[in-house]
């Protein structure tokens, strides 16, 4: 489904600072209230990503989809994979395994939790962690770009193929 609303809060500091580590971290939350974490990730309407840095977590954007049915649709998940790239993570309820792989795809971890898990307590344990040094997310191996040697396929013949 395409994003029909988007809301980016601009914040009024001159200079941004990295966060924690000395980076910045995104976070998505599947929900429909902007208050509690309640939906699968391809049904999701909704996601509010909040940006932690600095041991301080604000909202960054909400995005609205519109509901939508978990039908196995997988075209419906490109808008959403877009507007959360360059998030580290995404809380839900759930999320499929080829919705997952996509998500890896484009480097953003994904995490299971509890219906009516509130927003404002995981970002408390979010920021926890961080202060601790750990990642309370599954970390994303960076995505390989595609070797572009134009000798690529003579290597790969060279090799030679198994059946």
Known sequence: MVLQRRLRLVHPSTERKTGMNGKRYR??????????????????????????????????????????????????????????????????????????????GVGVGAVKVDKGTSIAQQLVRIRESLRDGETPWPTVPAVKQRDNDPTRFEQMDAEGWDE
Do not use: P, W
């Open 27 to 104: 976070i998505a939350f599947a929900t429909s209230d902007m208050a509690t974490v309640n939906q699968h990730f391809g049904s999701a309407g909704a996601f509010a990503i909040y940006e932690i840095e600095d041991g301080q977590a604000s909202l960054a954007e909400a995005l609205e989809f519109g509901s939508l049915a978990q039908d196995g649709n997988e075209d419906k998940l490109d808008d959403k994979l877009c507007a959360l790239t360059g998030c580290d993570a995404v809380y839900c309820l759930a999320v499929g395994g080829s919705a997952l792989k996509r998500l890896i």
